[in-house]
């Protein structure tokens, strides 16, 4: 019985060291054959690198990813690194790697989506995307976005993805009627502001942070009577469930006065 035991004991080790060797063996073969290499330059066209998704991001950088990889076998490609450093590439949102044997790689990128125009300190003006990333303008491709303010470069990833879904709120709650809007403020996250153009001026209008629609559509309702009762109304504020009220500058102590 017991020679029977090792009997099956010698041919299990042999079975594990033959898997073993002829694991090394395919290893071995994989890394050195240079059927196997990543060809360079890797961005010709219709070179060693196929690439898909990307409009905005830069192929530049995209290529730059893999360049370490140039002459290497696709075997050695460390896919989560690589993915990792182009997630990190300007407008890239998501990406994958896809091997393609024997010596080529598929890429392919999600871009990131703008949600709206951000007018930031200095002058500067770019794109943001609803997770509060800010993007670089491009020069290619047409936006039908909003204009916001209040975001600022030094604020957090998480502030700013805060304020630009308070902003998308607003934005689905006007529907249609966001047409009219030309400007979202977002500096205070308890009283977002927008900019209604009126003829030959622009009306500010206070909404709180909460029931955007509502306030909006009660504020149109009542445009005619407003504009006859405060003609000379710049800023109104339409937080009160019972009236619209103009809101001034005190000169004297630089606060908000209301009519």
Do not use: C
């Not at 916001?148 to 998480?158: D, F, K």
């Amino acid at each position: 019985m017991r020679w029977r035991y090792g009997l099956w004991t010698a041919a299990a080790v042999l079975a594990v060291a033959g898997s073993l060797l002829a694991w090394q063996q395919l290893d071995h073969f994989l890394i050195r054959d240079p059927r196997f290499a990543l060809a360079a330059p890797i961005e010709d066209e219709g070179g060693s690198l196929m690439l898909a998704g990307a409009r905005h991001a830069s192929l530049e950088n995209i290529y730059r990813v893999f360049t370490p990889d140039a002459g290497r076998s696709v075997y050695l490609l460390p896919l989560a690194e690589r993915r990792r450093q182009l997630l990190a590439v300007e407008w890239v949102h998501d990406a994958t790697i896809t091997r393609i044997w024997p010596n080529r790689l598929a890429v392919r990128v999600e871009e990131r989506k703008p949600v709206a125009f951000v007018q930031l300190a200095g002058g500067e003006t770019g794109l943001v995307d609803a997770d509060g990333v800010l993007l670089p303008p491009v020069s290619t491709g047409q936006f039908k976005l909003p204009v916001v303010t209040g975001l600022r470069r030094e604020m957090s990833e998480g502030t700013r993805r805060e304020r630009v879904r308070r902003m998308l709120k607003l934005q689905s709650e006007f529907g249609g009627e966001m047409s009219r809007v030309s400007e979202i403020d977002l500096s205070d996250m308890e009283n977002l502001k927008v900019v209604f153009p009126r003829g030959n001026h622009a009306l500010t209008l206070h909404l709180g942070q909460a029931r955007f629609g509502i306030r909006l559509r009660l504020f149109l309702e009542n445009l005619a009577e407003v504009e006859q009762k405060l003609p000379n109304a710049r800023v109104l504020d339409l937080r009160l469930e019972d009236r619209i009220v103009s809101v001034q500058a005190d000169a004297k102590e630089g606060l908000p006065s209301a009519e």
